[in-house]
């Protein structure tokens, strides 16, 4: 907080132009609709006040109020550090350079300076189409800021923050985020004053320009700081009605909004990565770290849950978070290290998670449930060395050494004897398990040790040679086929019908396992140059330099360019990914951009990126 607590606080704007009154002013507005504040004084940038800073807005809540002022020119960094409790530096990214120089300069003081600059709060606007995207340069507040947030550019002057009625809601919901990461509740449930507190004069009785209302609270800086008091009863009634008209009634955040520490869910921060374009560095929120043992990290998205593993990886917490705010939902403990990562599937209609240990399996459902832990069901097998099979739509564990597999039939784990040269891919619901070859044959795996023989998948042409097995999706396995070494197959075999072949389509060169990468709801996916839906096999060209970086349920990446599912139009990207954990593994249904991302060497966590809105 920087002086400690007090019954009121400051926040100090810095910035060039009008960008900085523009800051306070939507800073207040935010103030309004999410904390419950109420307005008491709006003065003029030209107003008398003491030395180096300007009192724009005072507001009030119950017996706290909050005071939102911009620093004049020159700066004078003795009365920034003496009065403010927070400060926030507002720039366009035409100014980026003397923005940063300010926090240096911040910084460079010492002492309390120091600790005021760090937790400095950066809002970032793009001045014009001249000047890069805020993505490009948030960067080079980094090491300086305690975070960088971006807010849509907005060539109108907003100078009464209870005059919010035309701003966009893009605007609105940005502004929201910036106080909720700048703004502090200090008030307990019980203290919170419901009752708007406004000052009825400031709305009825003010002057022209936003001056104060005869007999408002002085703009200066040298006296005592008044107490809010509340209007005659008379007006009341008046005021509530107005506060309603103008949407300003107030309300109660859970858990209040801090300055420092955690928010109500995950705590806000920078990506340590660059972020693919149309996000910002800047994340809502952070998770905890993600428990991975030597695997690779895995987040699973599903129910409005981001589902992945926290703790010891030895004995992982399966966690699920809220991807709007990054609440933990529930957690469930696992009794051993996983043996790979876990799987979303579908079973019995529903989203599920299955995950193994070394002697037990788990399956959860109900994912989305808040404050209602999944009880997982368990399975125990004495066979070893068995793990999951990735893509089944029925659970399926299985060690090609042994020529052992378990599926999930009838409520229990059935034991299936493989053929040898045989690759397991799927289970069914009638409990086979089926494997693929090289050679293009197939098996199907039942009950007693029965394995039928190696059967020919049907060629897609006369002629047509088997390629390569590249995998499952959804239920559909999609085989690559070449005939005459021209042409190029794809077909597709249902996986719950004996293979039957449900499509087939033909793409420019050839396809191989790498080439191919599947959506994580099995829609659809991308086959080299071409996006195919796995449903149909329809295709859609990506483009002759297309390389599929990521996929995920809407839309896939490639070093230089993005396409959407629908029509798998591709759009050319501003510049080159240069990092992979930049791009999204989800995307929420408000825009944010889920990563999975380190520090260094250090542990991974899902940062839920915001989108850029000048992007």
Known sequence: MGQGQSAERTIVVIGEGSIATTTATMLAAAAIRREGYSLLTTSGPAAPSGPGLVMVHRLSRGTHSLVIATATYPLHWSQIVERADQVVVASTTAEVTSAAAKLQVLHGWGGAASSLAARTVVVLARADASHPAPSEVTSRFASLARATL?????????????QQGTLP??????????????????????????????????????????????????????????????GRWALVAVAVAVVVALGVTPFV?????PWDGDSAGGTPGLSPVDPVHGWTSQAEWTSPEIAAGDSAPTVLVAEGAAITTTGDPAAPDLTALSTSDGAELWSSPIAGALTGPPQLIRWQDEPAVVAAT???LYLWRHLGVEDETPTPQTWSFTEADVTLV???????????ETLTALVLHDGALRRRALPSGGQPLAAD???????????????????????????????????????????????????????NNRTTHLAGYDVTDQMEPTWTTTVPGRVAVGDFAVAPNGSWATAGTVAVDLGTGAKEPLGQ???TIRITDDRAWSRDAAATRKGASTTPLPGPINAADGVPIAVTGTGLGLIVAS?????????????DPDA
Not at 390 to 400: D, F, K, T, Y
Not at 429 to 436: A, E, I, M, N, T
């Open 150 to 162: 971006v807010v849509p550019h907005d060539s109108r002057m907003h100078a009464d923050p209870l």
């Open 169 to 230: 809601q893009a605007s609105r919901t940005a502004w929201d985020g910036v106080m909720r990461v700048v703004g502090e509740d200090e008030l307990s449930e019980d203290e919170m004053d419901t009752q708007p507190r406004i000052d009825v004069r400031d709305l009825f009785a003010g002057t022209p320009g936003g001056a104060p209302a005869p007999g408002a609270p002085a703009n200066t800086w040298g006296g005592p700081r008044p107490t809010p008091r509340r």
């Open 253 to 257: 955040i859970a858990g209040g909004l």
């Open 358 to 360: 070394a002697n037990e």
């Open 390 to 400: 990735a893509g089944s739509p029925v659970p399926l564990l299985a060690n090609e």
């Open 429 to 483: 619901l009638d409990g086979r398990v089926l494997s693929v070859g090289s050679t293009g044959h197939w098996w199907s795996s039942g009950d007693n040790g029965e394995v039928s023989d190696g059967t020919l998948l049907a060629p897609p042409a006369y002629g047509a040679l088997p390629g390569a097995v590249l995998g499952v999706g959804g239920t559909t396995l999609v085989v690559n086929w070449t005939r």
């Open 545 to 547: 330099q297309w390389a």
């Open 599 to 611: 520090e260094g060497d250090g542990p991974s966590r899902i940062y839920a990126l915001q989108p």
